[in-house]
């Protein structure tokens, strides 16, 4: 038995998200069948963690397991990328692992980025790819509740009524938060993060931002622990699963 990780590239635009769901197309099925189709034996795909529907990936890391070794993986990646790249999936390489490696349990930090464009008018070039925020944010502001976030923290503010996580302790090992020309980029490190987690974060500095709330208000609402207090969550297609790293 050989074990394989894949690190893979998407946008998330038109897909359920990265999952298999009994409705719908993810990322997960489409590119199980191509592999499964090339290889001529059924491969289960194992990923790093899901991307709910809409949101991207600079590159998802996943892991599955073979009968035999693959000869030429540089050969290999152009016939997936083939049939996977007219979908909006690119696979960015593949790396022989021994069988203890596991792409989700394995991981020790997951990267994250939010991106929003802050200015008059929309994007036509990154619709679908940026939160469009007209109004002018207070980037000193925002950047002051980001930094509230960090560290080990009860973040049920933050986390989807739906989660399914054991608990809402979550360490956030770093959030930056920069700006260049109009478009605000923020980016979230952790080993792991609650459903929705990362957009509602953003929604909350959002209004930060818009001086909807107080910096006091930030922080009143991130130690209630209770999911009603949040902000609506930022929209999926301005999230990025950046790296994960092992």
Sequence with gaps: MFRYQ???????TSFVGWQIQKKGISIQKVIQSVLSKLLKQKILLYGSG???AGVHALEQSAHFDLRDKIQNIEKFIKSLNYFLNPKKISIINIKKRNLK???R???KERSYIYLIQNRMSPSVINKNKVWYIRKKLDLDLIKKGSEKLIGTHDFSTFRASNCNANSPIR?????LVKKSKNQIKFNFKSRSFLKN??????????LLGEKKWTLKKFEK?????????C?????????????VIY
């Design 6 to 12: 894949i690190l893979v590239e998407y946008l998330g």
């Design 50 to 52: 899901r991307t709910d």
């Design 101 to 103: 490696f596991h792409a």
């Design 105 to 107: 349990f394995s991981a």
């Design 171 to 175: 360490t956030l090992n770093k959030v």
């Design 197 to 206: 987690q990362v957009r509602s974060m953003v929604g909350c500095l959002k």
């Design 221 to 229: 609402v991130m130690k209630s622990k209770n999911r009603k207090n």
């Design 231 to 243: 902000a609506p969550p930022a929209p999926a297609h301005g999230l990025y699963l950046e790296k």
